[in-house]
């Protein structure tokens, strides 16, 4: 898929250092835009930073502390880019942990991945929305998931008090999804000029099947002896073509979900995603809003 021309648009991708997030990364740079790597391992960002320069020679990148897990981490962040002042054109909540066999909590007290793969990523836009604004149609493309459809979740207990591994990824992922579509609702009614958009990338062959879950998950093993089956799995080369999609294509809108066009949107291509009631629920996507908002202490400034 052609990206197009992005010469002078600024992009930040979380989690740039390893699978789709490295792979957006790497097609960015290639088409000229300036792109922030935002990572929390230093040694590994370098490296990723290292291969987008061998890569593409003369590559515009710039690597950024993020710690999605650590408010902190990502109002400094925050603040410090504010300081540049320097509009950011696109920006991909991309970063994400999948269900790590033990309850764990960010540094601020929340269950690690609706912390970190969510709540992180919304404090983060809430921050840059200052950057997004002045970019006049920047977009915010929010990383979702295929899965969490086939099985009817609510975000009744966010926190994942009761946990469970793959359920609480699961909500993490909805809410990402919820959010994209109440970020450009809200971004319409008050005239930001941002698109919120969700993308996922089907059954993709990445890291996050391994580094969460650990060996010893039984769904997970099953997932990685299907590793083989071409219309199950597809590596990050296309497994990044539907957020890709949503962020440099003309024709990909605000509110939008794309996903692949294969079979059960797991492999091959782009096409708009399927989207489950509980995500177009819009009464429950503005007191998610509202709550996080709280639980963040973070405004999305009008």
């Known amino acids: 898929?052609?990206?197009?021309?992005?010469?002078?648009?600024?992009?930040?991708?979380?989690?740039?250092?390893?699978?789709?997030?490295?792979?957006?990364?790497?097609?960015?740079?290639?088409?000229?835009?300036?792109?922030?790597?935002?990572?929390?391992?230093?040694?590994?960002?370098?490296?990723?930073?290292?291969?987008?320069?061998k890569a593409t020679p003369g590559a515009d990148t710039r690597l950024v502390d993020l710690d999605l897990a650590s408010l902190a981490s990502v109002e400094n962040l925050g603040t410090s880019l504010v300081a540049e002042g320097r509009p950011i054109d696109i920006l991909v909540n991309n970063a994400g942990l999948m269900a790590p066999p033990r309850r764990e909590v960010t540094a601020d007290g929340f269950e690690l991945q609706?912390?970190?793969?969510?709540?992180?990523?919304?404090?983060?836009?809430?921050?840059?929305l200052p950057?997004?604004?002045?970019?006049?149609?920047?977009?915010?493309?929010?990383?979702?998931?295929?899965?969490?459809?086939?099985?009817?979740?609510?975000?009744?207990?966010?926190?994942?008090?009761?946990?469970?591994?793959?359920?609480?990824?699961?909500?993490?992922?909805?809410?990402?999804?919820?959010?994209?579509?109440?970020?450009?609702?809200?971004?319409?009614?008050?005239?930001?000029?941002?698109a919120g958009i969700a993308a996922h990338p089907g059954y993709t062959k990445t890291n996050l099947q391994i580094t969460g879950p650990g060996p010893d998950d039984w769904l997970m093993r099953i997932g990685r002896m299907q590793y083989g089956l071409g219309f199950m799995w597809q590596d990050v080369d296309g497994g990044l073509l539907p957020p890709l999609y949503a962020a440099t294509s003309p024709d990909a809108h605000g509110g939008g979900f794309y996903g692949p066009a294969g079979v059960g949107e797991m492999t091959r291509g782009v096409k708009p995603a399927k989207i489950a009631p509980e995500?177009?629920?819009?009464?429950?996507?503005?007191?998610?809003?509202?709550?996080?908002?709280?639980?963040?202490?973070t405004r999305h400034h009008t």
Do not use: C
Not at 114 to 128: C, D, E, I, R
Not at 279 to 297: H, M, N, P
């Open 131 to 194: 950057l997004l604004r002045a970019a006049q149609n920047a977009r915010v493309v929010n990383l979702s998931t295929v899965a969490w459809r086939f099985k009817g979740i609510s975000l009744d207990d966010l926190n994942g008090e009761r946990y469970k591994p793959h359920l609480q990824y699961l909500r993490s992922k909805l809410a990402m999804l919820m959010f994209a579509f109440e970020l450009d609702r809200r971004s319409r009614d008050g005239g930001w000029g941002i």
């Open 1 to 53: 898929m052609a990206t197009g021309d992005l010469t002078g648009q600024r992009i930040l991708v979380t989690g740039a250092n390893s699978g789709i997030g490295f792979g957006l990364a790497r097609r960015f740079a290639a088409a000229g835009g300036e792109v922030l790597l935002a990572v929390r391992n230093e040694r590994k960002g370098l490296d990723a930073q290292h291969r987008i320069e």
């Open 279 to 297: 995500a177009l629920d819009r009464d429950a996507a503005r007191r998610l809003w509202e709550r996080s908002e709280q639980l963040t202490s």
């Open 114 to 128: 609706v912390g970190g793969n969510y709540l992180g990523h919304f404090a983060l836009t809430a921050h840059l």
